[in-house]
Nanobody
Framework: QVQLVESGGSVVQPGGSLRLSCAAS????????LGWFRQAPGKERVLVTA????????YYPASVKGRFTISRDNAKNTVYLQMNNLNPEDTAVYYC???????????????????WGQGTQVTVSS
């Protein structure tokens, strides 16, 4: 098993930046493909970005491509989400998630993930 703890959520003005972190404990971090998801009130949980086990493959949906960057440091058991040029539509609870999966794959469906953090709130407001 792996335990995930997100941090870094905050209130930020439109156009601002924020970096989220997700620290993992438990089994070897490099065994897991990772994803960041977000869920706004009354809406479904949706993928923000996903990264393969060793980081060679990354997926971004159009909604965040060019603004958000995922990275992982397997030595520190941490995955990061750098978010730039934030807008009010980015307001949500952000979750990191992990799945064992296959080498080199990224996973886009929340049902493909086995482990979840508790979430961190990001609010974009002036």
């Amino acid at each position: 098993q792996v335990q995930l703890v997100e941090s870094g959520g905050s209130v930020v003005q439109p156009g601002g930046s924020l970096r989220l972190s997700c620290a993992a404990s438990g089994r070897a971090f490099s065994m897991y493909a990772l994803g960041w998801f977000r869920q706004a009130p009354g809406k479904e949980r949706v993928l923000v970005t996903a990264i393969s086990k060793t980081g060679e493959n990354i997926y971004y949906p159009a909604s965040v491509k060019g603004r958000f960057t995922i990275s992982r440091d397997n030595a520190k058991n941490t995955v990061y989400l750098q978010m730039n040029n934030l807008n009010p539509e980015d307001t949500a609870v952000y979750y990191c998630a992990a799945t064992v999966g296959n080498n080199g794959w990224t996973y886009r469906n929340p049902h493909e993930y086995n482990y979840w953090g508790q979430g961190t709130q990001v609010t974009v407001s002036s």
